[in-house]
């Protein structure tokens, strides 16, 4: 049989999408996303800080979101929805 007629097995990671559209950028970006919004979320009672502060606390957060989607993929979403209401 030749090479054109062989068809290519693709190993898929568990945490992968089926159709393996996913990629590490998306789910960092995604991830950093969230976590903007997280942030921003947290910083509404937080009157008192004012310059950089906020930017450095909603730059963390979303930093730790994105690298933490990017490692878990879908089971750290799966542990966002169990965390919400």
Not at 4 to 32: D, V
Not at 43 to 56: D, S, V
């Amino acid at each position: 049989m030749s090479a054109a007629g062989r068809k290519r097995k693709f190993r898929i990671r568990k945490n992968m999408m089926a159709n393996g559209l996913e990629t590490n950028g998306s789910r960092f970006g995604c991830g950093f996303i969230f976590g903007v919004v997280l942030g921003l979320l947290s910083l509404l009672g937080m009157t008192y800080l004012l310059g950089f502060a906020e930017l450095f606390i909603v730059l963390g957060v979303a930093v730790i979101c994105g690298f933490a989607a990017m490692k878990f993929g879908n089971r750290f979403w799966q542990w966002i929805a169990r965390w919400g209401p």
